[in-house]
């Protein structure tokens, strides 16, 4: 993999090292990317992703030495110095502990030396073998984003933060913490880490901490000097917390005279072994990877590996347009196409609140055009400093200020020639995930329509089996390396916003996309006719773009000064919780250290059942855990559970949620991802609102802080057990079918059939039992998670298991005839034609097989209820515009639908989409949905 040499300014070589944080890019590249696994079961998302990153990150980084670094383990010096170092932080995953020894694996494959050592952190490392680069006349590069290693930045080490693709220096450093690079150590010192447990100075915030060591200088002198500060609070926390403050100086500052494991010189830059590098991606199944490995290395390429089918090479001409006349003749080819593939260049990721910088066009492959709007320069200026903070005089300097490219249509203008050719029911729009550019364009005041989405069409045909970016799309059906984003806009330092991209080089780069969507389009539409798979598409996932652009365009009304009242009870409740579990455990301890609360349950509460982990050594106290021994009647064990739960929900929603308010429009536009999930349902960012808790109070509190507007209602619509209707529909049992057609309550008639009484005679508990069998089988529930749900032993549950088969045998069928469906084809179907993939259902690995097999069952039914409400949301969304124009849909969370209206027609609103969703689907049970309207979402449940 060649890597380029960095130059000095006389053209001769400057050696460089880069030190990629290799501890950093496993996590990073593990909560990345959706799980994967190799066909023998073992996990290896986190290595693809690590493999991955790594390759690009030495791609554009100019090196001449190289080294990954890994923490070799958990405990170090530090934990000598101050045992509950690190100690409050999660375990690892289980699935990522395997992938450990891949990714030290795949470090070597590519020829990088891997390097750890007991005993000290990958941190220590990487700032020993920077110093002693400098002291050779090295250059150096830090590949993390890590803060801690921010003290080592100086004159000749940066910073690469790989993920915003930006080197970060000693202004960023100020910045950040207020304070120059040498002096980060004291600020950290005095603030603390709470992830890594470092205590600090309670009271002391970044802000204050720098303004400390700017005033005072050192450490060691704001502690000597703290009697001087007139703040009292602020002056007795330092007197009081001095040794703390020390101790955690001890522990942030990184050592930087470690021994080398691998001397200075062998870290020079070498190829990779084409064999031993498309061997071990082989081995790990990554097929892409290997396929542009066997590329570049042609002559190593394996027999048993397929070739990309590449499409018949394109010649391509891109221009740009700058004058009207032009942007008329695109314009009328595309009209006279009837079809159009469009994308938009902006300066942000979140379509409600980034800028237009341009549009591009295509309509024929290989042909496209890119119309820059809102292209900038930078200029000299001069202009006039603020002073210092000292009271220094004002002194005029020369700053650089953006100036608008020339040679560009004005943004009114050219939307004003766009506008009737986006909007014209003639003309077919093809974008790769359009919805993004169909939201930016409503904001303008077009709306986009028909629109074809190439994602989406990948999605269709391929979902569970790959990704559906157009990076690699383009590679998977068209051969075609695209440009990448970094290629246009630089990295690190030199890294600018799309606007300061020259025109020329923005438009192979905007244009490039139109083209290869428009291509992807047309190859991609194809293959879901030949799939018989068009159904799907044209019924469920297109007409669906236009609802989830108006709901994304919609968001929903928060009231801040609610979450911030909210987010103080939690405080309250987190602080009385954290009381009384120390009351409980008989002391104090750090409540968020899994290893603290080990040693609490297991070693001093003698509680039972404590297992040490064997790679960390500390007991397990995870919530599964802790849920067995709270249900054994353990107090302090459901006391952590809530705790965990409300520290949770503050951090994640009452806090984070008055932050993600639009301030034009004072209220939340959630993001609907339609190609992620497996199964077809959508899913939610930028905030996540479908994992609020459904059933808790607490969840019930969050939902109240989302309001309608004054003057209107808030009506929830929600699908009522509709798995469990799809099961009996499916499965073709007739008890239950009759039970859901008389209204009957389900888990009652279940527990009746089950336990040979009377429905009458059925009390709670029988019902309880009934309820967790029922929807336990849906998802595979085995006897052992059933009888950790019921708190009985393991032998009764498979014996209630076993007789809910005995009285139920369609679900057995169905069970034994979805798993071989699966086994045969790789896949399955929804009742309408949805194919989701289990591509290691087959797996040697059994647990991994066990594991597909029961994704298979529960498959046709989530995935069914996913294109119910889908379906539902079209016809939702139709019967507002057409009958309620003031009502609309404004967000979709697993089987319920938020809508607001005005208050006079809340209950007429409520019943239209009770009975559009009530028919969204035609089954032999009827589909119940329930309806409540509110002020508020909380109150309505």
Not at 848 to 860: D, G, L, S, T, Y
């Amino acid at each position: 993999m060649q890597m380029a040499v960095a130059t000095d300014s006389a053209a001769q070589p400057v050696p460089r090292l880069v030190l990629v944080d290799g501890s950093g890019y496993i996590f990073r590249a593990y909560h990345a990317l959706p799980p994967l696994t190799r066909p023998d079961g073992t996990p290896v998302g986190a290595v693809y992703g690590f493999t991955s990153m790594l390759m690009k990150t030495l791609e554009s980084l100019h090196a001449t030495h190289v080294a990954v670094i890994f923490d070799a383990a958990r405990h170090t010096f530090r934990n000598e110095i101050y045992p509950s170092y690190k100690a409050n932080r999660a375990e690892t995953p289980e699935d990522l502990i395997p992938q450990f020894p891949i990714v030290r694996e795949a470090t070597r494959s590519l020829n990088i030396p891997s390097i750890e050592m007991d005993h000290y952190e990958a941190d220590d490392l990487i700032a020993s073998y920077a110093k002693a680069a400098v002291a050779k006349g090295m250059d150096v590069m830090v590949v993390s984003s890590d803060k801690d290693l921010m003290q080592l930045i100086s004159e000749r080490v940066c910073l690469y933060d790989p993920m915003k693709q930006r080197e970060i220096r000693a202004e960023q450093v100020l910045e950040k913490f207020g304070v120059p690079p040498e002096k980060v150590i004291e600020v950290q010192a005095l603030i603390g880490d709470s992830v890594d447990n470092v205590p600090g100075v309670p009271g002391i915030g970044p802000k204050t901490a720098a303004e400390l060591i700017q005033a005072f200088g050192t450490l060691d002198e704001v502690l000597a000097r703290a009697g001087e500060i007139k703040q009292q609070k602020r002056r007795e926390s330092l007197i009081e917390f001095a040794p703390q403050a020390r101790i955690s100086y001890e522990l942030v500052k990184l050592k930087h005279d470690v021994p080398l494991p691998v001397p200075l010189e062998e870290l020079v830059c070498k190829e990779p072994d084409p064999a031993t590098l498309i061997g071990f991606l082989q081995a790990q199944n990554f097929k892409s990877m290997t396929q542009k490995m066997q590329q570049r290395y042609g002559a190593y390429a394996a027999a048993d590996t397929p070739e990309v089918v590449a499409a018949p090479p394109v010649r391509t001409h891109y221009s740009l347009v700058r004058d009207e006349a032009t942007l008329r003749q695109w314009v009328a080819k595309a009209q006279a196409a009837g079809v159009v593939a469009v994308d938009t260049e902006t300066t942000g990721l979140l379509p409600m609140q980034a800028g237009l910088v341009g549009v591009s066009l295509s309509v024929t492959a290989g042909e496209a055009c890119y119309i820059p709007l809102a292209h900038v320069q930078e200029v000299i200026a001069k202009a006039a400093s603020q002073g210092s903070l000292f009271g220094d005089e004002d002194t005029a300097s020369a700053t650089t200020a953006l100036q608008r490219v020339e040679g560009q249509l004005e943004a009114s203008q050219a939307l004003a020639i766009l506008k009737p050719m986006l909007e014209d029911p003639a003309v077919l729009k093809v974008g790769q995930n359009i919805k993004y550019d169909a939201l930016m364009f409503r904001r303008l005041g077009i709306d986009v329509s028909p629109v074809d989405d190439s994602m989406l069409l990948s999605y269709v045909l391929s979902a569970g089996k790959n990704l559906h970016n157009m990076d690699d799309l383009a590679q998977q059906h068209l051969g075609h390396k695209t440009i990448s984003f970094k290629d246009v806009v630089g990295t690190g330092k030199a890294q600018i916003g799309f606007a300061q991209v020259p025109l020329e080089r923005a438009c192979d780069y905007a244009a490039e996309d139109a083209d290869i969507t428009l291509r992807l389009y047309q190859t991609l539409k194809r293959q879901v006719v030949e799939a018989k798979l068009l159904t799907v598409y044209e019924s469920i996932e297109r007409p669906l773009i236009d609802v989830i652009v108006a709901m994304e365009a919609a968001g929903i009304k928060a009231d801040p000064h609610f979450l911030r009242q909210l987010s103080a009870e939690f405080e309250l409740q987190i602080n009385q919780l954290e009381k009384t579990i120390h009351e409980l455990a008989g002391r104090s301890f750090n409540i968020a250290s899994p290893k603290q609360l080990g040693d609490i349950l297991f070693d001093e509460m003698k509680l039972s059942g404590g297992k040490k982990s064997s790679k960390t050594g500390a007991y397990s106290t995870g919530a599964e855990v802790l849920e067995e021994l709270a249900a054994q009647g353990h107090v302090i064990c459901e006391k952590v559970l809530q705790w965990r739960q409300l520290s949770k929900l503050k951090s994640t929603y009452t806090d984070a949620l008055v932050e993600q308010i639009n301030p034009q429009t004072g209220r939340i536009h959630t993001s609907f991802s339609m190609a992620v999930t497996t199964t077809g349902r959508l899913s939610s960012s930028d905030p996540n609102l479908q994992n609020i808790p459904i059933r808790s109070t607490e969840g019930k509190r969050i939902r109240e802080a989302f309001v309608a507007e004054e003057g209107m209602r808030l009506i929830s619509a929600d699908y009522s057990q509709i798995e469990l209707r799809l099961l009996a529909h499916v499965a073709q049992i007739e008890v239950l079918q009759q039970a859901f057609r008389d209204g009957a309550d389900i888990h009652a008639a279940t527990a009746s059939q089950m336990f040979g009484v009377p429905q009458s005679q059925v009390d709670s508990e029988l019902r309880r039992r009934a309820k967790s069998i029922n929807f336990g089988i849906i998802y595979g529930i085995s006897a052992h998670g059933l009888a950790a749900q019921l708190g009985i032993s393991r032998t009764e549950a498979a014996s209630y298991i076993e007789a809910y088969f005995a009285k139920y045998p369609g679900i057995k069928d169905y069970m034994e005839q979805t798993k071989a469906f699966a086994h045969t084809h790789g896949y399955v179907a929804t009742l309408f034609g949805r194919r989701i993939h289990v591509p290691e259902i087959n797996s040697s690995n059994p647990n991994m097989r066990a594991f597909q097999e029961r994704a298979a069952i529960n498959a046709p039914l989530q995935g069914t209820a996913a294109d119910i409400i889908k379906k539902a949301m079209v016809r939702v969304h139709e019967e507002l515009k057409a009958h309620f124009p003031d009502a609309r849909l404004l967000l979709q969370v697993h089987d319920e639908l938020i809508v607001e209206c005005p208050a006079a027609q809340a209950e007429a609103v409520a019943a239209r989409v009770k009975a559009v969703m009530s028919g969204a689907a035609h089954l032999s049970v009827p589909l119940l949905v329930e309806a409540g309207i509110g002020h508020n979402w909380g109150e309505i449940h």
